[in-house]
């Protein structure tokens, strides 16, 4: 496994290494003893999937505050998808800037999005699915979100029109959101 960083500290993008041959591949999504090696020591305590039917599906931008922010390890199953990392903690040199990334299941890559990182995502192609792995649990009273198209970010999404949910079209500004980590 190789891990890229990002342009925002803490946040990796990890090609894994794919053994491939007339009857398919192999690959290592995780091993703890080498996401050590790399400097990833996440206890990871719940693994989360979505399927999502259409393109446009946007989820995000989500993240939970403390004592419950989590740590994300996210890869694409099926399908692919549009990745965006946002910067969201206050003492950043990077607060308030995005980063966002292809995940599919042919690049096979997985994104490390660190607490402090709010954390979205478009499809791109349809039934595509996204499986997590978290090092903390969902808390809904700690559940948190920033508006996917907040004009303060500028976020250059895949999409227009997405498809959202009542949640996600509700979301706060980042000037307004919880950010008290």
Known sequence: MKAIPSKLQGALLLDPVVHGDHR??????????????????HDFVQDNQSLSADPGVLRGLHYQLNPKAQTKLVR???GAIYDVIV??????PTFGQWQGFI??????????VPQ????????LVPNTQVL?????????EHDRGILWNDPALGIDWPVNAPVLSDKDT????????????
Do not use: W
């Not at 995940?103 to 490390?112: A, F, G, P, T, V």
């Open 103 to 112: 995940l599919s299941e042919y690049n096979k890559r997985q994104l490390l």
């Open 87 to 92: 910067d969201i903690r206050k003492e950043s």
């Open 132 to 140: 997590y792995k978290v090092d903390e649990y969902y808390s809904p």
């Open 116 to 123: 402090g990182f709010a954390h979205g995502f478009c499809t």
């Open 24 to 41: 398919g591949y192999f690959m290592e999504s995780y091993n703890q003893k080498i996401m050590h090696e790399l400097g990833i020591k």
């Open 76 to 78: 694409v199953i099926a």
């Open 170 to 181: 509700r979301q706060p500004l980042l000037q307004d959101a919880d950010l008290n980590f």
